[in-house]
């Protein structure tokens, strides 16, 4: 419709400056082309000789369809032209010397004006100046030409217009039927595509065959469903992990509940043994809630980082001193080999939770020799730190997964102690932190975990976060 009223206006606008204005932009033509002549011929004539201008004068009445006239004070043609036929200002009752008469009134010294010709009924076009002649008098220069009717052409430019303008709405209309219809098409089957990916359904592909926009919606929405199921496998993950890691503690602590109830209530000993079971399952669960809602925050973007600077070397030996209860009851060694003190400028409470969560995944996944190596090594721009273990490595392909939600390796001999969620937090942390941070492994030799504390990079986010 947008396309056929376009047409429509286009030749509303061509019978309006065709039909209704003809006759003016035709009079506006002949008088401007008059002016022209008129101008030539003024300017030519102290310039040029007697027989020059008589060329000059004869070739411009010819090629305009004009009749030209140059005549003295006493109303004498010193200079004459005419190609009509029958105008005012040639042959019998010529009203030569009222045209001069009206010149020498004039303030211009110059008059134009349509007047009807008495012996034909034609309106005609006069134009009259002075020519000022600084060695003698003054002459007077008249032009005549006729203005042709153009009621006849504007007959047959009606008829012409009618046929083209009616010829012309029909392919207007076929074409834009036929390009509405290949826009709307990709985009009605996107349309039917995203309802059916609304519904669930993430199998959906998207073809935006057509135009360039169509095709750019199309990729934009395959994207998105990419994304979407991989969200929705994500959330699968989390419900059915969530799930299993809150079962087994729940069914403990019911057990063990039921237990002291019907069997070791009276016994010291025994109830002592099961409410420490349910103390410790107790604080699992809420490691495990305390793990989704830090996750959940930095994820949202809602947690937000206290920067201030301290020892990364003091805080290293903190840290590692923390798990020497682990290390002497479960037989593990934890080394520290540490650089010399360094300041650094980061949030203190997420990078010790960052160096906490990689030192407990090592003790997972360390071979049995049960070694753990932790590193804290000074660069020119900031502190790398390294964590590493001596157990069976990650496979190559399986690198890349090692950061997400409850991802555990397959290559660990122990029973893993934690919520799936420490090396995502990791991840979390150090992007908010905007770090660098990865893993190298080799298969049977084990895996090291490291980022880097980049003291420049993290100066400039400093000033924007504070």
């Not at 004869?58 to 029958?86: F, I, M, P, T, W």
């Not at 009134?105 to 012996?119: A, G, Q, T, V």
């Not at 030996?317 to 037989?331: A, T």
């Amino acid at each position: 419709m947008y396309f056929v009223l376009f047409t429509v206006i286009v030749f509303v606008l061509l019978w309006i400056c065709q039909i209704f204005f003809l006759e003016h932009f035709y009079e506006r033509m002949k008088v401007n082309d008059v002016s022209e002549v008129a101008g030539e011929l003024t300017d030519a004539y102290t310039r040029l000789d007697s027989e020059d201008f008589s060329e000059l004068l004869s070739n411009a009445a010819v090629k305009h369809d004009l009749c030209v006239e140059v005549v003295d004070s006493n109303n004498r043609s010193v200079y004459s032209k005419e190609v009509l036929g029958d105008c005012l200002i040639h042959g019998r009752g010529s009203s030569t010397y009222i045209f001069v008469e009206r010149i020498m009134r004039s303030s211009s010294d110059e008059i134009y004006y349509k007047i009807k010709n008495p012996r034909t009924n034609y309106d005609m076009l006069l134009y009259g100046c002075k020519i000022e002649n600084d060695s003698g008098p003054d002459y007077f220069l008249l032009i005549n030409t006729a203005l042709v009717p153009v009621g006849s052409t504007v007959t047959i430019i009606k008829r012409q217009l009618g046929i083209i303008t009616a010829l012309l709405i029909i392919v207007a209309f076929l074409i834009s039927l036929y390009v509405s219809n290949r826009i709307a098409e990709p985009i009605t089957k996107i349309t039917h595509d995203a309802a059916n990916l609304a519904k669930g359904d993430f199998s959906t592909r998207f073809d935006g065959t057509g135009y360039l926009e169509s095709n750019q919606l199309a990729d934009a929405l395959n994207y998105a469903e990419k994304e979407l199921s991989k969200v929705d496998t994500m959330q699968r993950d989390l419900i059915a992990n969530v799930s299993h890691d809150l079962r087994t503690p729940l069914t403990m602590l019911k057990a063990y509940a039921e237990m002291i109830r019907d069997l070791s209530g009276d016994n010291p000993q025994k109830r002592g043994e099961h409410l420490e079971i349910i103390i410790n399952e107790t604080d699992r669960l809420a490691l495990l809630v305390n793990d989704m809602l830090d996750l959940s925050k930095i994820e949202s973007g809602k947690q937000k980082l206290n920067c201030s600077e301290f020892d990364i070397n003091s805080k290293m030996h903190e840290i590692v001193d923390r798990f020497k209860g682990v290390s002497e009851k479960m037989g593990y060694n934890i080394h520290l080999i540490s650089d010399s003190e360094r300041v650094v400028c980061c949030d203190v409470v997420k990078i010790e939770q960052v160096i906490y969560n990689l030192i407990n995944n090592a003790i997972n996944y360390t071979g049995d020799d049960k070694q753990v190596f932790v590193r804290q090594i000074n660069k020119p721009d900031g502190v790398l730190i390294e964590i590493e273990d001596t157990g069976d490595g990650i496979e190559e392909d399986k690198i890349k997964l090692i950061f997400d939600k409850y991802y555990r390796s397959e290559n660990h001999k122990r029973e893993v102690v934690g919520t799936g969620l420490g090396l995502s937090i990791v991840k979390a942390v150090l992007k908010l932190h905007g770090f660098d941070y990865g893993v190298n492994s080799v298969l049977g030799k084990g895996s090291t975990f490291w980022f880097k504390i980049d003291d420049s990079h993290f100066t400039d986010k400093q000033v924007h976060l504070n």
